[in-house]
């Protein structure tokens, strides 16, 4: 009788668990994220902070993560992240190099379908950007891309519009000197159950896939054997 209470007691928290992430969000907010190509105190965004909640029904906070420079110097000072481990880690997940290798697959329509299924809200957005690459052409091109790229996603995912919340400028430089400066605030939210939902799909994306190659390999070997009969 014991067992079969603690096994209910565990049933119980699990399905309460499963519940509350299912009518909760997921709040991402960035504040202070500076990088300046001109400044080596930003440059590799040495300066931000970032907290990651859980709400329920986005509104009542029952998880808060906070990450800031202090707390992931911490980390990369300890004995054990600090090893080589560590190291090839950081060599190995380059964000540069994954998204341009990769560059192909992630801009494909079942991805772009998949993003637009996270039905991503974005509640808060301040971007102050200045740009300056070696060609004045490709300034003004690059200027142009974004805010019309910022414009298009800020369109589909605000729900509620203030203008205190939103707001970018986008500055062209036009000197010899490429160099980058981005100030960024803003708070992203998705629902969970989104999140779970998308990754249902890619579940069930990948076992057809997996039945249709195991499928064509079958009739593969059954066409090779009867060759070899009347061969």
């Known amino acids: 009788m014991v067992i079969f209470f603690i096994f209910l007691i565990i049933l119980f928290l699990i399905t309460s668990l499963f519940l509350l992430l299912l009518l909760s969000n997921i709040e991402v907010e960035i504040n202070k994220l500076c990088f300046n190509t001109n400044n080596a105190k930003y440059e590799k965004l040495e300066d931000y902070l970032f907290y990651i909640r859980l709400k329920l029904f986005d509104k009542i906070t029952w998880i808060k993560i906070k990450i800031d420079s202090e707390k992931i110097d911490k980390i990369k000072r300890s004995k054990v992240l600090k090893s080589k481990i560590f190291e ?24 772009i379908k998949y993003i637009k299924e996270l039905d991503i809200e974005v509640k808060r957005l301040i971007l102050y950007m200045d740009i300056c690459t070696s060609s004045s052409i490709f300034t003004s091109f690059a200027v142009v891309a974004i805010a019309t790229i910022i414009s298009i996603v800020l369109a589909k995912s605000i729900k509620k519009y203030s203008k205190n919340k939103y707001k970018y400028i ?6 010899y000197k490429p160099r980058l400066k981005i100030e960024l605030n803003c708070i992203i939210d998705i629902k969970i159950v989104h999140i779970m939902n998308v990754i249902y799909m890619l579940i069930k994306k990948r076992s057809v896939v997996y039945d249709e190659r195991t499928s064509n390999r079958g009739a593969y070997v059954c066409s090779n054997e009867q060759y070899s009969r009347y061969g």
Request: glycine share 0%; net charge positive.
């Open 88 to 111: 090839k880690l950081n060599k190995s997940y380059n964000i540069k190099s994954i998204l341009l290798k990769n560059r192909k697959k992630i801009l494909k329509k079942d991805n």
């Open 170 to 175: 986008i500055t062209p430089i036009y000197e």
